[in-house]
């Protein structure tokens, strides 16, 4: 540690405070009992009491209470007594019960509130992350990376996260640890996943899955939690910050579940993930879901055919960027899915697919096409020729007559061209049958049209009586 360092800007503090507190622009505070010098269960008391009693107003500007710099010390005491001691009965309750409680419902929640207020967030996809003015702070109390820059504080192979410090010691008992880290703090912890400041996420990201992994009796809990955060999200607000940051927690946890899977977990994978494609900013945490849903269909290949007629269901019509992306996961899905669950979704599939081939969005069409440079996919289909065939061949043969895109043409040429090397008698039996649809088809238009103006005519001939109607000819 750089005493001198720590010592000359220890100083700077106290001057600008009493400066401030001459002017009246600082409440009196009674300064940080010399943390330095204290040691063991002075220094922690000394700590957390002006930890408790540090005044931060999040209503006024950022620099005007930050300025003050009392923030900056208390951090700064209570690392320096959690870094140097090895009291557990410090660590385990007084730390996570009163440090992190003050932080979390009084600092960080009333802070994200009044920023939301004060910018009115727009969360429209191509909105730019809000930075939140108070992050100053919370930084001290999530991360001390750059407080270790700056004060020379932490030791030189590694930094430290002081929540992650109580949780992940060593000498932090569970079975005390527990009574702190209660269902009260979980909730209050993921509230605060609604951050607009995406470094805020991504600490309490990490904070949640230590406590996931180190406090096995409240698993159930979070993950109950977190089920209720995505419905409400699903089904009433269509809005949260923090949907990619969860669903980042629980693509380990699955990866962690044990098998055969409980009929809990399949039940997350019906109401919860599946319906979370049916937001339209689904592209904010489309990777996080779709690693989620292959990870349960990599565990459980008899999920596959569920997952893609759920997927299916949700289909979107009228966005095409958002129809590119769920070609991407049914790709990815179909690479893990065997031939026996391949078979219950293919027709259904392949509808969709051939529609998608079809679109006169450019993006759509080629990412529809490019499902056919995928080698499992190809087995599946050559599998599978008899039933998939006749679906595709219309599709392709109607874009190469109709497409207005080039590229869309090469690569419906290219896909053509493979089925017909895959079994040319039935590729030609297939083009055969819908070359007869179609005659078929032009014949049935030109008797409806035909009939129709029959129609007109005939009607342009009959008198106008009272209430008759009249068909006003083209």
Known sequence: MNKHLLGGTARAFRRRRRRRRRRGDMPSEPPIAGHRRATGRTAGGAALGSFRTCPIDCSEPATAWWGTGVPVQCCIAICAVARNGDDEPWMAGIGAGTVF???????????????????????????????????????????????????????????????????????????VGKKYFDHTFIVKLLELFDSEDPRERDCLKTILHRIYGKFMVHRPFIRKAVTNIFYHFVFETDRHNGIAELLEVFGSVISGFALPLKEEHKIFLWR???????????????????????????????????????????????????????????EEVLEATNTVEFQKCMVPLFRRIAQCINSSHFQVAERALFMWNNDRIIILVAQNRQAIMPIVTPALEENIQNHWNVSVLNLTTNVKKMLSEMDEELFSACLAAHNEDEEIRALLEGKRRLAWELLESAAAFQPVTGNTAVLVSR
């Open 101 to 175: 409680s003050f932080n979390f419902d009084g600092g960080a929640a009333q802070c994200s509130e009044q920023i939301y207020v004060r910018y009115q967030i727009c969360h429209d996809i191509e909105e730019e992350p809000m930075f939140d003015p108070a992050w100053p702070h919370l930084h001290l109390v999530y991360d001390l990376g750059s407080a270790g820059a700056t004060f020379d504080l932490l030791q030189k192979d590694g930094t430290f996260d002081l929540l992650l410090k109580f949780i992940g010691s060593s000498s932090l008992d569970t079975k």
């Open 272 to 330: 919860v993930l599946i319906p979370l494609h049916k937001p339209k900013l689904v592209g904010l945490y489309l990777q996080q879901l779709t690693y989620c849903v292959t990870q349960f269909v990599e565990k459980e290949p008899k999920l596959a055919s569920s997952v893609i007629l759920g997927l299916l269901r949700y289909w979107p019509i009228t966005i095409s960027q958002k129809e590119v992306m769920f070609l991407s996961e049914i």
